[in-house]
């Protein structure tokens, strides 16, 4: 294996462990859409984000 593919190896690894870090974070946090502005904070008390990530906003 070459230097070249450790650091691809290395990258990807980062990138990955980066995603799954932020997913457990959010989600300890209470956060039940991980990515919509509105999953930590809906006003009106759903249990998750539509599709959409209408949650909490006026509709």
């Known amino acids: 294996m070459e230097l070249v593919d450790c650091v691809v190896i290395a990258v990807i690894a980062l990138i990955v462990g980066g995603a799954i870090a932020y997913i457990i974070k959010a989600k300890k946090s209470g956060k039940k859409c991980i990515g919509c502005p509105d999953s930590g904070s809906c006003s009106k008390g759903c249990s998750g984000?539509?599709?959409?990530?209408?949650?909490?906003?006026d509709e």
């Open 49 to 57: 984000c539509d599709g959409a990530c209408n949650c909490g906003r």
